[in-house]
């Protein structure tokens, strides 16, 4: 798991061929004028879902989802949010791996919650369970989240 400031985010660009495509995503585009939906960075090995919803998750009560395929880019546009993480180890697996969604959930009693904000990221490996929509607040969240091809 990676948690940085977003301008800092460059310096993790050699971790994956296409992180450099998303550096340069997050750094040329006006990510409050995105509307929901998809937008493409590499193509299918990278590419963004912007969403707006109001957290209502409880930490650890819910789901924490995994990925083989594609490594998660969490990050906030507009408002706050906060993710839960665990790891493997704690975790108990409730619902097997679906190769065509590329996730699997898994249930955990020991977990760490992050502060997401306007100005950080989280970036969630396959080993980095993760529960997203954790509630702060009764505010609208836009958030974008970065789908990357593990290669």
């Not at 939906?37 to 009560?61: F, L, P, Q, W």
């Not at 949010?81 to 097997?96: H, N, T």
């Not at 607040?137 to 290669?151: Q, S």
């Amino acid at each position: 798991m990676i948690v940085t400031e977003r301008n800092n985010f460059r310096r993790y660009q050699n971790l994956n061929p296409y992180f450099p495509q998303v550096c340069d995503f997050l750094e040329s585009t006006d990510l409050l004028s995105l509307a929901e939906g998809r937008y493409e960075i590499a193509g299918n090995n990278a590419y963004a879902n912007v969403m707006t919803y109001i957290s209502d998750g409880i930490a650890g009560s819910g789901k924490f989802e995994t990925h083989d395929n594609y490594l998660d880019i969490h990050l906030v546009i507009q408002g706050k949010d906060k993710i839960a993480v665990a790891v493997p180890r704690k975790a108990k697996l409730i619902q097997e791996y679906d190769k065509n969604a590329d996730i699997a959930f898994y249930q955990s009693e020991e977990f760490q919650v992050i502060d997401l904000n306007e100005f950080n990221l989280l970036v969630a490996f396959k080993e980095d369970f993760h529960q997203p929509k954790i509630r702060v607040n009764d505010e609208l969240v836009k958030k974008m989240v970065i789908k990357v091809k593990v290669e």
